[in-house]
């Protein structure tokens, strides 16, 4: 199957900070990537797919980019709404396996 | 509104059975490949289960295989999780989700249900 791993693992940053979350595949992918935002006690919401596609609703500030084995989420100017657990996804295979979460909290 | 919502959580012993269900409404069901995603207590999003749009063919992370069986019932809307030989460590929050793309299953999951709680503890 194929292992998604995310860096950092915690990102602690200000209200306006510029963030990069990175997600790297055991093997390549293509862009069959999705990011995925989930604040506690509620479902993961859709964020980007096919690595760079902004889903219908969510804001510019949020970009992807990508493809094979590496990809990166960006939120550009942090607002407190942003604060939360991110993952990313591969849908390469019908075994879908997500990274394991970057938290992004209050510095 | 498009729409999933579990159901059937619960607290079962180790070794028990349970079967979890999602109905879906405000799309057409029986157009989307559909998936079962858990989260154990303070733990990352793993994915369980997945099955095409007709039943007919289905997915499995390892760690289930033989245990669970996903199933749908498009006629009445309806997604099912049937697990059994319950272990401590199926202890997760159940969700079920849609493939975004309509007879497609390579696609980010775009609809989730709010989550239903299985607890698995003598």
């Known amino acids: 199957d194929i292992q998604m791993t995310q860096s950092p693992s915690t990102l602690s940053a200000s209200v306006g900070d510029r963030v990069t979350i990175t997600c790297r595949a055991s093997e390549r992918i293509g862009t069959y990537l999705a990011w995925y935002q989930q604040k506690p006690g509620k479902a993961p919401k859709l964020l980007i797919y096919?690595?760079?596609t902004l889903e219908s609703g969510v804001p510019s500030k949020f970009s992807g980019s990508g493809s094979g084995t590496e990809f990166t989420l960006t939120i550009s100017s942090l607002q407190p709404d942003d604060f939360a657990t991110y993952y990313c996804?591969?849908?390469?295979?019908?075994?879908?396996?997500f990274g394991q979460g970057t938290k992004v909290e209050i510095q | 509104e498009v729409q999933l919502v579990e159901s059937g959580g619960g607290l079962v012993q180790p070794g028990g059975s349970r079967r979890l269900s999602c109905a879906a409404s405000?799309?057409?069901?029986?157009?989307?490949?559909m998936n079962w995603v858990r989260q154990a207590p303070g733990k990352g999003l793993e994915w369980v289960a997945t099955?095409?749009?007709?039943?007919?063919?289905?997915y499995y992370v390892d760690s289930v295989k033989g245990r669970f069986t996903i199933s749908r019932d498009n006629a009445k809307n309806l997604l099912y999780l049937q697990m059994s030989r319950l272990r401590a460590e199926d202890t997760a929050v159940y969700y079920c989700a849609r493939v975004r793309s309509s007879g497609w299953p390579y696609d980010a999951f775009d609809i989730w249900g709010q989550g239903t709680m299985l607890t698995v503890s003598s």
């Open positions: 405000g799309f057409t069901f029986s157009s989307y490949w």
């Open positions: 996804q591969q849908y390469n295979s019908y075994v879908r396996t």
């Open positions: 099955i095409k749009q007709d039943g007919r063919e289905n």
């Open positions: 096919k690595a760079s």
